[in-house]
């Protein structure tokens, strides 16, 4: 079946930086679209970025763009989010989400990111 697991999170403090992995099984990681999703305390989960299948495709929320960046390496099957100049305000759990029907969703891993 498939799986998705993410790691990478943590605590930081603000400006600094963590990358995130989703690790795919189950599937042809390279056929699909490939998101990171994330959800703060008492909000509704919102959409961070995408990739296209072969990564020629990246689209960013504004709240990210110029400090996020999205890529994948489909021989390891894995979907990545490199985070730098973090703020505070992107203090939630991450998510990947992506395969058939792209319905399919990591556990999460949580983002903490001190002022």
């Known amino acids: 079946q498939v799986q998705l697991v993410e790691s990478g999170g943590g605590l930081v403090q603000s400006g600094g930086s963590l990358r995130l992995s989703c690790a795919a099984s189950?599937?042809?990681?390279?056929?699909?679209?490939m998101r990171w999703y994330r959800q703060a305390p008492g909000k509704e989960r919102e959409l961070v970025a995408l990739i296209s299948e072969f990564g020629g495709r990246k689209n960013y929320a504004d709240s990210v763009k110029g400090r996020f960046t999205i890529s994948r390496d489909n021989v390891k099957s894995t979907l990545y989010l490199q985070m730098n100049s973090l703020k505070p305000d992107d203090t939630a759990v991450y998510y990947c989400n992506g395969g058939p029907g792209d319905a399919y969703w990591g556990q999460g891993t949580q983002v903490t990111v001190s002022s």
């Open positions: 189950g599937l042809i990681f390279g056929e699909y679209v």
